[in-house]
């Protein structure tokens, strides 16, 4: 018997195991500790035609984009919702016919498991959050989607992964950019050298955050670098490195750095302003920059015989492309609704999401190397 053939087979018996346990005593904490019994576990079977997704975390992002992006998906629902706001639950319940047996809290969260409705755990919450509450899912026998950046540290990204391994279930981060067209035409662009192997690159994002906007609760924790890791890098900066590693198809591999702050009474804790070169194998060089202390937004790419870019690239949507043929006639999509159906995909037919753990991991690893060569005055860093 194949090994997948094995999976398969295997699916049902492991939710069905998992579920037995948990109603006993210990529930979440026997769940995962059965976890090795049964070695490289299968994916759990979805419920439904449809995969349902609970929401972790009801902040800017989940209410702003997610929720109303569910509504726009085919192939997965809103089934669920985990809040510490209780006035939340209410709204959401009403607005999303959300049952009670369906909403959770942070102590109720790992019950979870004992929910066939909810198939995917989409995690929504600040940075510091994500590696406790996948591996919570995880063990719990869901699926996850966890929004970026994947952790605070690059040992969180392994232990994330190892669990979702472990438990058998799919990871996936949040980079619905992989899922917009004019980002898959860059892609294609660079990877296939269709101008030429590229040899530089601009890449930029940044938004300011005002004085005033401070104490705004989503701003809040990301100036603390408990709760966000880091500043604007963690946050936009990201971005930034991402479009560099699927433009070039390649992995950096090493960094320069340089910080600056102008605002040092309000970035006390985390960066403000960095800039960074990545070095790709290949030779293609990278120019990138990120802060919280202006708004821009473009992905420029120079190749041996023309150039392309997104430009603003990064938003929910409005991507305007060129090359120096010209525009780029493509429609914008909702990002999020893609990448949620992907995910969706992935799950029914049993293949890892283009967005993995590991996708997530390689970015904390170039964002680990930017903050050493920072904290080395600027000296070049190998990645990894
Ligand atoms: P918000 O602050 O708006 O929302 C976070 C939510 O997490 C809160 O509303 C709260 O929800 C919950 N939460 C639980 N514990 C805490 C705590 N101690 N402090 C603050 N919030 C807490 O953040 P965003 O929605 O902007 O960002 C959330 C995540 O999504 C981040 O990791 C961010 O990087 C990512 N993101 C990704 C984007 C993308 O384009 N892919 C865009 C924006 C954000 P509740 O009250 O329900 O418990």
């Given at each position: 018997?194949?090994?997948?053939?094995?999976?398969?087979?295997?699916?049902?018996?492991?939710?069905?195991?998992?579920?037995?346990?948990?109603?006993?005593?210990?529930?979440?904490?026997?769940?995962?500790?059965?976890?090795?019994?049964?070695?490289?576990a299968?994916?759990?079977?979805?419920?439904?035609e449809?995969?349902?997704?609970?929401?972790?975390?009801?902040?800017?992002?989940?209410?702003?984009?997610?929720?109303?992006?569910?509504?726009?998906?085919?192939?997965?629902?809103?089934?669920?919702?985990?809040?510490?706001?209780?006035?939340?639950?209410?709204?959401?319940?009403?607005?999303?016919?959300?049952?009670?047996e369906?909403?959770?809290?942070?102590?109720?969260?790992?019950?979870?498991?004992?929910?066939?409705?909810?198939?995917?755990?989409?995690?929504?919450?600040?940075?510091?959050?994500?590696?406790?509450?996948?591996?919570?899912?995880?063990?719990a026998?869901?699926?996850?989607?966890?929004?970026?950046?994947?952790?605070?540290?690059?040992?969180?990204c392994?232990?994330?992964i190892d669990?979702?391994?472990?438990?058998?279930?799919?990871?996936?981060?949040?980079?619905?950019?992989?899922?917009?067209?004019?980002?898959?035409?860059?892609?294609?662009?660079?990877?296939?050298?269709?101008f030429?192997?590229?040899?530089?690159?601009?890449?930029?994002f940044?938004?300011?955050?005002?004085?005033?906007?401070?104490?705004?609760?989503?701003?809040?924790?990301?100036?603390?670098?408990e709760?966000?890791?880091?500043?604007?890098?963690?946050?936009?900066?990201?971005?930034?490195?991402?479009?560099?590693?699927?433009?070039?198809?390649?992995e950096?591999?090493?960094?320069?750095?340089?910080?600056?702050?102008?605002?040092?009474?309000?970035?006390?804790?985390?960066?403000?302003?960095?800039?960074?070169?990545?070095?790709?194998?290949?030779g293609?060089?990278?120019?990138?920059?990120?802060?919280?202390?202006?708004?821009?937004?473009?992905?420029?790419?120079?190749?041996?015989?023309?150039?392309?870019?997104?430009?603003p690239?990064?938003?929910?949507?409005?991507?305007?492309?060129?090359?120096?043929?010209?525009?780029?006639?493509?429609e914008?999509?909702?990002?999020?609704?893609?990448?949620?159906?992907a995910?969706?995909?992935?799950?029914?037919?049993?293949?890892?999401?283009?967005?993995?753990?590991?996708?997530g991991?390689?970015?904390?690893?170039?964002?680990?190397?930017?903050?050493?060569?920072?904290?080395?005055?600027?000296?070049?860093?190998?990645?990894?």
């Amino acid at each position: 018997m194949s090994s997948f053939q094995s999976q398969q087979i295997d699916a049902p018996t492991r939710r069905q195991f998992l579920k037995t346990l948990s109603r006993g005593a210990g529930g979440a904490a026997l769940a995962a500790s059965a976890a090795p019994l049964v070695g490289r576990a299968a994916p759990p079977a979805p419920h439904a035609e449809t995969i349902g997704i609970a929401l972790v975390g009801l902040g800017n992002y989940a209410t702003g984009q997610l929720a109303p992006a569910l509504q726009e998906t085919t192939k997965c629902e809103l089934t669920g919702i985990v809040t510490g706001t209780p006035s939340k639950a209410e709204t959401w319940k009403q607005k999303y016919e959300i049952p009670d047996e369906n909403v959770y809290n942070y102590e109720t969260f790992d019950r979870i498991v004992d929910n066939d409705e909810i198939d995917v755990i989409y995690v929504v919450l600040p940075n510091s959050m994500h590696a406790e509450y996948t591996i919570r899912a995880a063990e719990a026998g869901k699926h996850v989607i966890c929004e970026k950046p994947m952790a605070t540290s690059v040992q969180e990204c392994k232990d994330m992964i190892d669990a979702c391994d472990t438990a058998g279930v799919k990871l996936s981060i949040g980079y619905r950019l992989h899922f917009e067209p004019h980002h898959q035409r860059v892609m294609t662009l660079g990877q296939e050298e269709v101008f030429g192997p590229v040899t530089v690159m601009q890449n930029g994002f940044g938004f300011r955050i005002s004085d005033s906007a401070t104490d705004e609760p989503h701003i809040e924790w990301r100036l603390d670098k408990e709760m966000a890791g880091g500043g604007a890098l963690m946050d936009v900066g990201i971005y930034a490195i991402q479009g560099a590693r699927y433009v070039t198809g390649e992995e950096p591999v090493a960094v320069t750095a340089q910080e600056y702050k102008t605002r040092p009474e309000v970035f006390s804790e985390v960066d403000e302003t960095l800039f960074f070169q990545l070095e790709f194998p290949s030779g293609t060089v990278v120019d990138g920059s990120t802060t919280y202390n202006g708004n821009y937004n473009r992905l420029y790419a120079t190749a041996r015989d023309g150039w392309f870019e997104i430009s603003p690239s990064y938003g929910y949507g409005g991507q305007k492309g060129r090359t120096h043929e010209g525009p780029m006639e493509i429609e914008t999509v909702n990002q999020q609704a893609r990448q949620m159906d992907a995910f969706a995909e992935c799950i029914r037919q049993d293949r890892p999401s283009r967005v993995s753990g590991e996708e997530g991991l390689r970015d904390l690893q170039v964002i680990e190397a930017i903050y050493d060569s920072v904290a080395a005055d600027g000296a070049r860093v190998p990645v990894g």
